[in-house]
T-cell receptor
Framework: GESVGLHLPTLSVQEGDNSIINCAYS??????FIWYKQESGKGPQFIID?????DKRQGQRVTVLLNKTVKHLSLQIAATQPGDSAVYFC???????????FGSGTQLTVLP | KAGVTQTPRYLIKTRGQQVTLSCSPI?????VSWYQQTPGQGLQFLFE???????NKGNFPGRFSGRQFSNSRSEMNVSTLELGDSALYLC????????????FGQGTRLTVV
């Protein structure tokens, strides 16, 4: 039979623009979050992480925002480049089972 | 510092066979976690090993097992392969636990025919 894949949200941005990728989580006990980038045929690449005692953290061209009130995480990429095209995943950890739970991912496409 | 190394990169097996995948973590990292990635289910946690002991386990059948050696290298084994086991198997390495960062290898692409 036909296999049904996860429906990945997609985001297309112009090169040079800023990108914002969103992620909602459901576990109110989540206390650690990571953003990953995955290019075709490769493993997920660690981008940036944030703990629940922070609401913002910046890296090189990336910023992660955490809103615990509405259980929302976002990744902002400044001056998006063609090499940023990939699937982006958020992952969360919380509670006694210290394992990462991944979101379904967002496909980012950078247009020339 | 070398990254996480997974071998082999690609594998084709027949239904009913068994398979062993290998993961060498980043030097100094003691925690190794395994994940299965499929188009239908996304990234799903299999299990985590720390100091040669399974510390966490996901919701996979007993056909999926793993172990960790004293040098922190880990293997996972899948017995009695099914077509649905076709997936990208990923290993993530952490210093002590994933909440100090988890870094992935390139994965092993397993195809069951």
């Amino acid at each position: 039979g036909e296999s049904v894949g996860l429906h990945l949200p997609t985001l297309s941005v112009q090169e040079g623009d800023n990108s914002i990728i969103n992620c909602a989580y459901s576990n109110s006990a989540s206390d650690y979050f990571i953003w990953y980038k995955q290019e075709s045929g490769k493993g997920p690449q660690f981008i940036i992480d944030i703990r629940s005692n922070m609401d913002k953290r910046q890296g090189q061209r990336v910023t992660v925002l955490l809103n615990k009130t509405v259980k929302h995480l976002s990744l902002q990429i400044a001056a998006t480049q063609p090499g940023d095209s990939a699937v982006y995943f958020c992952a969360e950890m919380g509670g006694s089972a210290r394992q990462l739970t991944f979101g379904s991912g967002t496909q980012l496409t950078v247009l020339p | 510092k070398a990254g996480v190394t997974q071998t082999p990169r690609y594998l084709i097996k027949t239904r009913g066979q068994q398979v062993t995948l290998s993961c060498s973590p980043i030097s100094g990292h003691r925690s190794v976690s395994w994940y299965q990635q499929t188009p239908g289910q996304g990234l799903q946690f299999l299990f985590e090993y720390f100091s040669e002991t399974q510390r966490n386990k996901g919701n996979f059948p007993g056909r999926f097992s793993g172990r960790q050696f004293s040098n922190s290298r880990s293997e996972m084994n899948v017995s009695t392969l099914e077509l649905g086991d076709s997936a990208l198997y990923l290993c993530a390495s952490s210093l002590e636990a994933a909440d100090r960062g988890a870094f992935f290898g390139q994965g092993t692409r397993l195809t069951v025919v």
